[in-house]
């Protein structure tokens, strides 16, 4: 296991009682890293953070199962000019949202207080189990929409998580209220730190192709010709050239095991550019 004893903080995508504070919650109960919780604004700042201050971690949202992987993460991670920060942990987090109140009476509630985005993952419930003429609050965020409560009288809602529930001391009136059932997010655990093969490792990799007739392939058959399992790709536009496009590939193993330094020089022949994100 990874040794985190000399952590000082460990920063993820505010504001509390966030799923990203989920996340952060649990690599440090995984790991035994007790450090400060230092939430921030954007990916950005987090990959900087980290960058920018050694014995630190950043926690960051990776992929989504509904809108799939996270363009901002990737571009953020590209960019990172400390090859010594690597992805070291992944974890998926279930959004499960509930219907949260300071009165345990659910027919009582005559208005919700949610962020935009929230209330579009909650369509089915609000329209089916909520009263027609239902009064609609948006706020930011979740944590607000919590906070919000106290300026209401007994008959308003919000959404959120447990957690938000637990740390706002508010009744949870109804569980699970989103209309996907299986969304999650997964988050990964960056820092400056080295993981330790396990057998059951993963390996993600970014690279860009030559811009030529089959570039991909020649790059994918390496992956084939040394019995190195995908196990994940996926693919969008660069931002800065709209005929260009970057690809980001997991596969199975640790770069210090399952010969992948030598699939990982063979691809950096064929590819116009290769990033490695991490061994975990």
């Known amino acids: 296991m990874m040794n985190f004893e000399n952590v000082s903080q460990i920063a993820y995508l505010g504001p509390n ?73 992944e974890t998926l987090i279930p959004i499960q949202h509930c219907l949260l109140s300071k009165t345990t009476e659910f027919y009582s509630i005559t208005g919700v207080i949610a962020s935009p985005q929230t209330l579009g993952q909650c369509q089915e419930f609000i329209s089916n ?32 998580s447990e957690k938000i529930a637990e740390t706002h001391n ?51 058959n390496i992956f084939s010709k040394n019995n190195v399992n995908l196990s994940h790709i996926s693919s969008r536009q660069a931002k800065n050239n709209h005929e260009n496009y970057i690809f980001t590939v997991s596969c199975d193993g640790h770069i210090r095991r399952n010969n992948l330094i030598d699939t990982i020089s063979q691809i950096k022949e064929k590819a116009a550019y290769v990033k490695y994100l991490g061994s975990y």
């Open 129 to 160: 189990e909520m009263p027609r003429n239902l009064n609609i609050v948006e706020v930011a965020n979740d944590s607000e929409a919590a906070r919000s409560l106290a300026n209401y009288n007994l008959t308003y809602a919000s959404i959120g």
């Open 170 to 220: 508010l009744n949870i009136l109804k569980e699970n209220i989103n209309d996907d059932k299986t969304n999650r997010t997964s988050y990964i655990l960056i820092g400056d730190y080295e993981t330790e093969p396990t057998g059951h490792d993963k390996t993600t990799l970014m690279f860009t192709t030559k811009n030529k007739p089959g570039a991909l392939m020649e790059v994918l």
């Open 17 to 89: 009682d966030s799923y990203a504070e989920t996340a952060k919650d649990y690599f440090c109960n995984k790991y035994n890293i007790s450090a400060y919780g230092n939430p921030l604004t954007t990916i950005k700042q987090i990959v900087d953070f980290v960058q920018d201050n050694p014995n630190t971690l950043g926690v960051l949202p990776m992929e989504n199962s509904i809108i799939g992987t996270l363009r901002e993460t990737l571009d953020v991670l590209m960019n990172m000019t400390n090859p010594n920060v690597k992805i070291l942990a």
